[in-house]
C-alpha cells in the first residue's frame, strides 16, 4: 500500500514540475535588476501622480486616469480643477506633477518655472471649441457677432440689455455669467474678444465663477442670461442650454466636431495641453501615465466632448516625451 502511495506522489510531483516549467516558458519569466521581467514585460507600477489646472481639460484627463488605473491598480491620480492660471502656479512651486492647461503657458509663467528650475514638456492632447450659451427659452437670439460679444463683455460695456446689443432684441437687463480669472478659458475668450487677456467688463452685471457648473446653472435658471465655457459642458448639458451661433465676419458657424477641427470656428477653437515636469518624468509611473495618454487620447476625446488631433501628431506629441 505504501509503495503506491509513494509511486503516485512522486508521479504528481513530476507533473507539478512539468506544469512550472509550461507557465514559464508562457510568460513568468524572472524579473531582472531593472524591474523588468526577462521577456520584456513592466514590473507593477505605484505611487502618485498629482494633476491640477483646467476644468476644461479635467474630463480628458480624468477619462485617461480611469484607464490607466484599472490596468494600474496600485497608481494613484488624484486631479483637481483649480483653473488653468491657478494650476500653473501649484506646478511651477513643485507642488503637482502634471497640470491641465486650456492654453498655452505664458511667458511671465515661463520665466518664473525657468527662475524655479522647472523643466517641462508640453503637450497637445486634443482640440476645443468656446461655446456662448443662452437660456432656451431665449427665442430672438439667431446668432452673435464677434463685435457684439464684445459689447457684451468688454471694459466700461455700456450694455444693459438686450436691447443695447441690438436693435429690435427686448430691453430686458442681461444676466452675464463667465468663468473666474484663473480660468484659461477667460483668457482665452477675452483675449480674442476683448483683444487683451484678462480684460473685462467687471461690475455687478456680471457673475464670475470657479466652477464651470455653476455657470451651466445660472444660464438655465435665468432666460435673460449668457455665458461662455468649453464646448464639452455645453455637450454634457444642452438639454438645459441654447447655443448660440458666433457670426465671425466670414460666416456665422456653430461649434462642433468638424467646425472645430478645421479652426472654421474661428476664433473660438483652440488646443487643449498637459505639462508634466521632466523631474517627475523620470519616474516610472509618469512617464507610463504619459504613455497612456497619448495612445489613448484620441479614442477618448470625442467621449467628453473634445476632437482629437490627428493619430500623426499624438505620436510627435510622444516623441517629444522621450527627448
Same mark, same amino acid.
Given at each position: ?28 519569466? %524572472? ?5 523588468e &521581467? ?11 501622480? !498629482? ?14 486616469? *480611469?484607464?490607466?488605473?484599472?490596468? &494600474?491598480k496600485d ?21 503637482? #506633477? ?11 509663467? #515661463?520665466?518664473?518655472?525657468? @527662475?524655479?528650475?522647472? !523643466?517641462?514638456h *508640453?503637450?497637445?492632447?486634443?482640440? %476645443?471649441?468656446? =461655446? ?14 464677434? +463685435? ?12 444693459k440689455?438686450?436691447a ?7 430691453a430686458? @437687463? ?16 477675452? @483675449?480674442?474678444? &476683448?483683444? !487683451?487677456?484678462?480684460?473685462?467688463? $467687471?461690475?455687478k452685471q ?6 464651470? $457648473? ?6 438655465a435658471? %435665468? ?7 468649453? /464646448?464639452?459642458?455645453?455637450?454634457? $448639458? ?8 458666433? %457670426? ?29 515636469s ?6 516610472? +509611473? ?12 484620441? =479614442? ?5 466632448? /473634445?476632437? =482629437? ?7 510627435? @506629441? ?6
Amino acid at each position: 500500500m505504501f509503495k503506491n502511495r509513494g509511486r503516485k506522489s512522486a508521479g504528481i510531483l513530476v507533473l507539478i514540475m512539468m506544469l512550472s516549467t509550461v507557465l514559464a516558458a508562457c510568460g513568468g519569466g %524572472d524579473k531582472n535588476a531593472e524591474g523588468e &521581467n526577462a521577456n520584456g514585460g513592466s514590473a507593477a507600477l505605484s505611487g502618485t501622480i !498629482e494633476v491640477d489646472g483646467s476644468s476644461t481639460v479635467h474630463p480628458m484627463t480624468e477619462a485617461i486616469a *480611469e484607464e490607466f488605473g484599472a490596468e &494600474n491598480k496600485d497608481v494613484r491620480v488624484p486631479i483637481g480643477t483649480g483653473g488653468t492660471g491657478a494650476g500653473f502656479k501649484r506646478f511651477i512651486a513643485g507642488e503637482i #506633477a502634471i497640470t491641465n492647461a486650456s492654453r498655452p503657458i505664458k511667458e511671465k509663467e #515661463a520665466a518664473e518655472a525657468k @527662475e524655479k528650475g522647472v !523643466e517641462y514638456h *508640453e503637450v497637445k492632447v486634443a482640440y %476645443d471649441g468656446l =461655446a456662448v450659451v443662452v437660456n432656451p427659452e431665449n427665442d430672438f437670439i439667431d446668432k452673435l457677432t464677434i +463685435e457684439e460679444l464684445k459689447k457684451i463683455y468688454e471694459p466700461d460695456s455700456k450694455v444693459k440689455t438686450w436691447a443695447d446689443v441690438r436693435e429690435g432684441w427686448p430691453a430686458e @437687463e442681461i444676466k452675464i455669467y463667465s468663468p473666474g480669472t484663473d480660468h484659461g478659458t477667460f483668457d482665452y475668450f477675452t @483675449e480674442v474678444i &476683448n483683444g !487683451e487677456a484678462q480684460v473685462s467688463r $467687471n461690475d455687478k452685471q456680471i457673475t464670475f465663477s470657479a466652477d464651470t $457648473n455653476a455657470i451651466v446653472q445660472g444660464v438655465a435658471g %435665468d432666460k435673460q442670461s449668457i455665458g461662455y465655457f468649453g /464646448f464639452s459642458f455645453y455637450e454634457e $448639458n444642452q438639454d438645459k442650454l441654447k447655443l448660440v451661433p458666433i %457670426d465671425n465676419g466670414t460666416a456665422t458657424v456653430t461649434p462642433d466636431a468638424e467646425t472645430i477641427k478645421d479652426n472654421s470656428y474661428s476664433p473660438l477653437s483652440r488646443p487643449l495641453y498637459v505639462y508634466v515636469s521632466d523631474k517627475e518624468l523620470e519616474r516610472p +509611473e509618469v512617464k507610463a501615465f504619459m504613455d497612456f495618454y497619448l495612445d489613448n487620447a484620441g =479614442a477618448l476625446a470625442s467621449e467628453v466632448g /473634445f476632437v =482629437a488631433l490627428p493619430d500623426e501628431e499624438y505620436q510627435t @506629441e510622444k516623441d517629444k516625451l522621450a527627448q
